[in-house]
């Protein structure tokens, strides 16, 4: 009996390994991934099978982006990316990633520079740092528009945590201030999700099919649809992650092209 656990041969621990390796191995070759993930370790296992599941970061448009500014109000950065060759003073759509990461690191991460540009939008796309401790109604606002920018009604973007700060704040200013706003998996409830308060304000709500928010979402669409509100988005392709937020920037982006 110990014998068949392997506990008696100096070779049943290896032996068990091979056998999983094998198992293993032989369902990642299904995918085309086998020796790949198993050469790189558990973590480019991880990382091959969320390629296969959820899809890849898609490579951004080749184009020139146009100038990004930079100032800081109370003592944090506020990085604006505009479009090429702006005229006038440019609507905004403030961006609200997931975490309280830089500025600087939510536009990188979504190429948010490039995808503006090859909208074709004529609207910039203002970052802050640790946006969650930001009084953006009361200083960020007020700021840009001294910087020259056009603040009186803005467009609003955000994901996860940052998607339900972006509904939060739009049911709370409401149309006359907020043209539109746009939440790529927020991290709300139906329930306590501000509907009625957005029912004058185009929103653009979605999510990955393989997120585990996708029910919540359909709820939301549904009765924002039933109280009457101009909605676009939806369920497609994609999980909880970087990847299915660039792949939706533009879509969402031709969205507030249409609205600002």
Avoid at 49 to 62: I, Q, S
């Amino acid at each position: 009996m110990d014998a068949e656990r392997g506990e008696s041969s100096p070779h049943g621990g290896d032996g068990r390994l091979r056998r999983r390796a094998f198992l293993v191995g032989g369902g990642l070759a299904a995918l085309g991934l086998g020796g790949v993930a198993l050469a790189v370790g558990p973590d480019g296992f991880r990382d091959a099978y969320a390629r296969v599941v959820c899809g890849g970061v898609p490579d951004p448009p080749a184009v020139r982006p146009g100038e990004r500014r930079q100032s800081r109000v109370e003592n944090r950065a506020v990085i604006v990316s505009l479009p090429p060759a702006p005229q006038g003073r440019v609507p905004v759509v403030i961006m609200f990633p997931e975490g309280a990461e830089s500025a600087r690191a939510a536009l990188d991460l979504s190429s948010a520079d490039r995808y503006l540009a090859a909208s074709g939008g004529r609207f910039a796309v203002a970052a802050i740092d640790d946006w969650p401790s930001a009084d953006v109604v009361g200083t960020v606002l007020p700021h840009l528009e001294t910087q020259g920018f056009d603040t009186r009604r803005i467009g609003l973007l955000g994901w996860a945590a940052g998607g339900a700060e972006a509904l939060r704040l739009a049911a709370q200013l409401g149309s006359g201030r907020v043209a539109a706003v746009a939440a790529a998996s927020p991290a709300v409830t139906a329930a306590r999700a501000p509907l009625r308060d957005l029912v004058d304000i185009p929103v653009w709500l979605g999510c990955g099919e393989r997120d585990d928010r996708a029910p919540q979402m359909e709820t939301m669409l549904k009765g924002l649809k039933a109280l009457g509100a101009a909605t676009e988005g939806g369920i497609s392709s994609g999980c909880q992650d970087t990847a299915y937020r660039v792949r939706v920037l533009p879509e969402q982006f031709a969205f507030f092209s249409r609205h600002l």
